[in-house]
């Protein structure tokens, strides 16, 4: 008795379906991104990319702390800061109720930093200086660093598209590298919707997981079409029920292996620092959806009318 049982045929125009909704989708975001955002780019950078100053604090509170939104904390400062040229180029944001993020466009000197926490500490209360953490990247670093994410990202797709070419005949790797644009698109798209209505700024690590979603997608998808390719070499049953065969017989492992990885994600999601949890997202997101792609939307493309 098999465990699974997918009918890829029957549900070849569901798949799809399914996909051509989440590619529709992300397209929309992208563009609405591009066109009708403050920051007009496809996705909404961060510090990593376009350069300034970053200084996070955490709150020290008796009790609970009181409520303060940025933009009240922002007024204030505009009414009674010394500093106005600098308030106008202060981005406030709380990640939490106690951890208030400092984002400037511009360099902020010792004096002009240590001044500017003195006014908000004033505003929200005491403000725990052992764990004031500041960063900086350069006007010319941020632009960089895109550019080089942008390389690298292009260099892996190369490499992995010449990879597939030669293990696979060109109609196999043609169909594993638009099962792969299509993990990466949707991953970036959803991000794209983030930063519109979440206002969520991506980094470098965001590339990063791009890049590890490129290979865990092409990997699962590799594996399964050996199967297929094995099975078609052994088998002289119909050629779309030898797809579906094979990916029934591969679709346990596949499953089995992304549950495995999202595991550790989870906890990352759940228990770690800040700074990793959109890049557990992104891992995630990829995870999830280069697992679909692998067993069902790349093999649907294999199949016959």
């Known amino acids: ?11 070849k125009k569901k798949t799809f379906v399914f996909s051509s909704f989440f590619i529709i989708l992300s397209l929309i975001g992208i563009i609405f991104s591009t066109f009708f ?3 007009k780019t496809p996705i909404n950078l961060g510090i990593d990319f376009k350069g300034g100053y970053e200084l996070r604090i ?17 007024e204030e400062l505009r009414r009674n800061s010394s500093q106005q040229n600098l308030v106008n180029n202060v981005q406030l944001k709380f990640l939490d109720k106690n951890d ?3 984002r400037s466009k511009s360099f902020l000197n ?16 005491r403000l725990d200086y052992d764990n004031l953490v500041t960063r900086e990247i350069g006007p010319k670093l ?48 959803i991000f794209s919707w983030l930063g519109i209505i979440l206002s969520l700024e991506v980094n470098s690590l965001f590339a990063v997981s791009l890049l ?22 052994t088998t002289k049953d119909d050629f779309n029920e030898t797809i579906q065969l094979s990916v029934n017989e591969s679709l346990r492992r596949t499953a089995f292996t992304s549950i495995t990885t999202l595991i550790p994600l989870l906890t990352l999601l759940l228990f ?24 069902l939307l790349a093999p649907t493309f294999l199949l016959k009318k």
Request: hydrophobic share 45%.
């Open 1 to 11: 008795m098999k465990l699974f049982n997918y009918d890829l045929v029957k549900n």
């Open 37 to 39: 955002t403050s920051y």
């Open 58 to 74: 955490e709150r020290t509170c008796e009790g609970k702390c009181a409520d303060f939104s940025p933009d009240k904390i922002l």
């Open 100 to 102: 208030l993020l400092i």
């Open 110 to 125: 010792p004096q002009e930093s240590e001044k500017l926490i003195v006014d908000i500490e004033e505003i929200i209360g």
């Open 142 to 189: 941020g632009p960089k660093l895109l550019k080089d994410c942008a390389i690298s990202l292009f260099v892996s797709l190369l490499a992995i598209s010449l990879y597939i070419n030669f293990r696979f005949d060109r109609k196999y790797a043609f169909f594993a590298l638009l099962a792969l644009f299509h993990d990466l698109f949707i991953v970036f798209g």
């Open 212 to 233: 590890t979603i490129a290979g865990y997608s092409v990997n699962d998808t590799v594996v399964i079409f050996d199967r297929i390719r094995e099975n078609l070499r």
């Open 272 to 295: 770690g620092s800040y700074s990793l949890f959109w890049f557990s997202v992104s891992l995630s997101l990829g995870i999830i959806i280069g697992s679909y792609s692998s067993i």
